[in-house]
């Protein structure tokens, strides 16, 4: 069975400063593609950025990068300079058998 | 703006009372999701329709059935709500094509509350 293990259940951050939400995931799949999604509070889900798994170089979207390690099938996000809007959950979520499998969330707090 | 649309937003039934929810995308996307997502947990996939195509995941309750009688729009229909069914449901779409894969788009939800 495919897994997905977020192992940080909440996280807290002080406002303009960086953390990191890691994500491992189970899978004998070779080509594939991970997201990670934000689900503010009452509000709806949406794409924070997304990786090909062929593609070495890690993606980018602004504030919001990821350190993707297929060997060791790892795929954490890092959000820069971190914002009281980026306050939400957050989930990993493989594309693995052809659906995506979503972690259990990650509760991230910006603090002022 | 190009979106997922979700009516309603809250939808509140009776136990035991049939209930139908709306998913409607200007997307034009040809794979169409819903998923169940209960307080603080991750979705869980229900079924999806790639093109025509209805796909059932092997674990959701009969209870659950789906229509989509276009590209545009996707009905979930609870037959009987039990209590456990209580949720967010959300609908989300993407674009695949042979071999390459899009991203999913999620629509804001509908929560349902059974009484």
């Known amino acids: 069975a495919q897994t997905v293990t977020q192992s940080q259940p909440e996280m807290s951050v002080q406002e303009a400063e960086t953390v990191t939400l890691s994500c491992t995931y189970d899978t004998s799949e070779n080509n594939y593609y991970l997201f990670w999604y934000k689900q503010p509070p009452s509000r709806q889900m949406i794409l924070v950025i997304r990786q090909e798994a062929y593609k070495q170089q890690n993606a980018t979207e602004n504030r919001f990068s990821v350190n993707f390690q297929k060997a060791a099938k790892s795929f954490s996000l890092k959000i820069s300079d971190s914002q009281l809007g980026d306050t939400a959950m957050y989930f990993c979520a493989p594309r693995l058998a052809g659906k995506l499998i979503f972690g259990q969330g990650t509760t991230l707090q910006v603090k002022p | 703006d190009a979106m997922v649309i979700q009516n309603p937003r809250y939808q509140v039934t009776q136990f035991g009372k049939p209930v139908t929810l709306s998913c409607s995308q200007t997307?034009?996307?040809?794979?169409m999701y819903w998923y169940q997502q209960k307080s603080s947990q991750a979705p869980k996939l229900l079924f999806h329709?790639?093109?025509?195509?209805?796909?059932n995941e092997a674990d959701t309750p009969d209870n659950f059935q789906s229509r989509r009688p276009n590209t545009s729009f996707c009905f979930l229909d609870i037959r009987s709500p039990g209590l456990g069914d209580a949720a967010m449901y959300l609908c989300a779409t993407s674009r695949q094509t042979s071999g390459v894969y899009h991203t999913q788009y999620f629509g804001p939800g509908t929560r349902l509350t059974v009484l």
């Open positions: 997307l034009n996307h040809n794979v």
């Open positions: 329709y790639y093109d025509k195509d209805f796909n």
